[in-house]
């Protein structure tokens, strides 16, 4: 019993800093993450352009992919 209880809170914690990093989104410039929810289909996006300005429409989901803006060198 005490095995599938400590598996059980194990597997809740692996959850839990998954839905954080999703909370999370995008660090700096240049990254973008696309929400997806069950069926796959887009439901929402978080970007920080590479002038700094973020963007969020839709809902973060817990399925999510991470892509990148090539941002051009500062001057």
């Given at each position: 019993?005490?095995?599938?209880?400590?598996?059980?809170?194990?597997?809740?914690?692996?959850?839990?800093?998954?839905?954080?990093?999703?909370?999370?989104?995008?660090?700096?410039?240049?990254?973008?993450?696309?929400?997806?929810?069950?069926?796959?289909?887009?439901?929402?996006?978080?970007?920080?352009?590479?002038?700094?300005?973020?963007?969020?429409?839709?809902?973060?989901?817990k399925d999510y992919g991470v892509g990148y803006y090539i941002c051009d060198p500062e001057p």
């Amino acid at each position: 019993m005490r095995k599938k209880l400590a598996l059980a809170l194990g597997l809740a914690a692996i959850a839990a800093v998954g839905a954080a990093v999703a909370a999370i989104g995008p660090t700096g410039p240049g990254q973008i993450y696309t929400y997806y929810d069950a069926n796959g289909s887009v439901v929402g996006q978080s970007s920080i352009h590479c002038d700094g300005t973020p963007e969020f429409w839709g809902k973060a989901t817990k399925d999510y992919g991470v892509g990148y803006y090539i941002c051009d060198p500062e001057p």
